[in-house]
């Protein structure tokens, strides 16, 4: 004895009203949390951009300090001097001596 079961499936009574309701409140709340997290994110990466950017700008300040360095000394005994950029206890100065002009390093 085998019974058959005739279930009249119709398009939507597979899906229940609570289903259905919790499925839109999950679409309308990430919806909405995206609405509100994409301007703080777009926030957070520009001033991550621009910290990056300010640091790599001291980086290489600090490289042009010591290649100057390196290349023209650092000047020993305060003179006349003119300043051209410094940074935190960095200086890079241009000094005359004897008619000529050049680079030096004033820590």
Same mark, same amino acid.
């Given at each position: ?39 703080? $994110?777009? &926030? ?11 640091? *790599? ?5 600090? &490289?042009? $300090? &010591? ?5 023209? *000394? ?7 001097? &003119? ?6 206890? $960095?200086?890079?100065? *241009? ?13």
């Amino acid at each position: 004895m085998s019974q058959t079961i005739d279930v009249d499936l119709d398009e939507e009574a597979w899906v229940s009203d609570s289903t259905k309701k919790l499925l839109a409140g999950m679409i309308v709340g990430f919806f909405l949390m995206a609405m509100v997290a994409t301007p703080v $994110f777009v &926030e957070y990466y520009q001033e991550t951009y621009h910290s990056g950017f300010a640091a *790599g700008h001291l980086d290489g300040k600090i &490289e042009a $300090f &010591e290649a100057i360095d390196r290349k023209f *000394g650092s000047l020993p005994v305060p003179r006349r001097y &003119e300043t051209l950029f410094s940074l935190k206890a $960095f200086s890079v100065v *241009g000094v005359s001596d004897k008619g000529v002009r050049t680079l030096r390093v004033l820590r």
